[in-house]
């Protein structure tokens, strides 16, 4: 007996498919043995991805912002800023910043990379980490750096250290 099969359960199948392949490509072409935590994490995070294209758009009132734009707003004179953000993806998780001059002008800009994060919150972190590492090796001065996660401006404000994830990120970025 044939029961219906859900749009999101042959979406699984079909991811499961996928990461089977491309790791036999890798065992084949490349000679990496990829292992099978790396592989069922990898799969999971793909049908979490994939899964959000099934959901509804949501409402058109819910897309509508109830609050003014945000703007950027520039520096004191003689001061860079640095807006750093990061993002969650299948394979981990990149962070970008941005360097601008009180001008507005960019000065600089990176995008970095984290294979194996995906975590928000460290993700945010490492963002701002990032950031601080460019102002150390750069011997900046005078430096303003801005995200937009709440929790992590206010743990590196207050000198939070905590004892779980983030912790030793947050070590060095105080």
């Known amino acids: 007996?044939?029961?219906?099969?859900s749009p999101f359960h042959i979406l699984q199948c079909v991811?499961?498919?996928?990461?089977?392949?491309?790791?036999r490509n890798k065992v084949t072409f490349d000679f990496i043995q990829p292992h099978v935590r790396s592989l069922a994490k990898q799969f999971y995070n793909q049908v979490l991805e994939f899964s959000n294209l099934?959901?509804?758009?949501?409402?058109?009132?819910?897309?509508?912002?109830?609050?003014p734009a945000a703007t950027w707003v520039p520096?004191?004179?003689d001061f860079l800023k640095i807006n750093v953000d990061a993002a969650v993806c299948a394979t981990g998780c990149s962070s970008g910043l941005v360097i601008r001059g009180s001008d507005g002008h960019v000065v600089l800009a990176f995008r970095l990379q984290h294979q194996g994060?995906?975590?928000?919150?460290?993700?945010?972190?490492l963002a701002f980490r990032d950031a601080i590492s460019i102002v150390a090796s750069r011997s900046l001065t005078h430096v303003i750096v801005e995200?937009?996660?709440?929790?992590?401006?206010?743990?590196?404000?207050?000198?939070?250290?905590?004892?779980s994830i983030g912790g030793p990120v947050l070590r060095e970025c105080l």
């Open 1 to 5: 007996m044939v029961s219906e099969t």
């Open 15 to 23: 991811c499961l498919l996928w990461r089977i392949w491309k790791s």
């Open 54 to 67: 099934l959901l509804p758009p949501p409402p058109r009132s819910s897309l509508i912002p109830n609050h």
């Open 75 to 77: 520096s004191p004179e």
């Open 117 to 125: 994060i995906f975590n928000p919150y460290l993700a945010e972190l």
């Open 147 to 163: 995200g937009d996660s709440e929790v992590v401006v206010n743990h590196i404000r207050q000198g939070f250290i905590e004892d």
